[in-house]
């Protein structure tokens, strides 16, 4: 356990998803999530969902925060926390964990919600995944 997972570091990248969650633009779904990466150079990259009335050019949490995240620059990344107002903490849903591998195939992802707190890496939520070198690129 390196010292991103430092219990502090979680509260803090928790505390940073809470606050992108309430900016959630989510008047479809009701859903709001927010989403706070740490990129290794120990930058915070907050994200939420922001739905469209065209459902499919909705865009997750998860993703908003990669995105945040690649534009400074940073496309090593260590930790991903995520915050929902659901009873039970969610994982990223099949596309972001296909975005997410791209940058961080064990990246170890945290979510909060209904008081509970779950853990996985993107590694077992997404095996045999579609990387770079399935294009024959690495
Ligand atoms: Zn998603």
Do not use: K
């Not at 940073?74 to 591998?101: A, F, I, K």
């Not at 209904?114 to 024959?136: D, I, K, M, V």
Request: net charge negative; hydrophobic share 40%; with cysteine.
């Amino acid at each position: 356990m390196t010292s991103a997972h430092d219990r502090a570091m979680v509260e803090r990248l928790r505390a940073t998803a809470e606050e992108a969650m309430r900016r959630a633009y989510a008047p479809y779904s009701g859903f709001r999530v927010g989403a706070a990466l740490l990129g290794r150079d120990g930058g915070v990259f907050p994200g939420c969902n922001v739905e469209n009335a065209g459902y499919s050019s909705t865009i997750c949490a998860e993703r908003t925060a990669v995105t945040s995240a690649v534009v400074r620059g940073v496309r090593e990344l260590e930790l991903l926390v995520l915050v929902t107002e659901s009873d039970e903490p969610t994982p990223p849903c099949g596309v972001c964990r296909q975005v997410l591998v791209e940058f961080a195939p064990d990246l170890p992802v945290i979510s909060f919600a209904g008081g509970r707190e779950a853990r996985w890496n993107l590694a077992e939520l997404l095996p045999h995944p579609f990387t770079p070198a399935s294009l024959g690129r690495v």
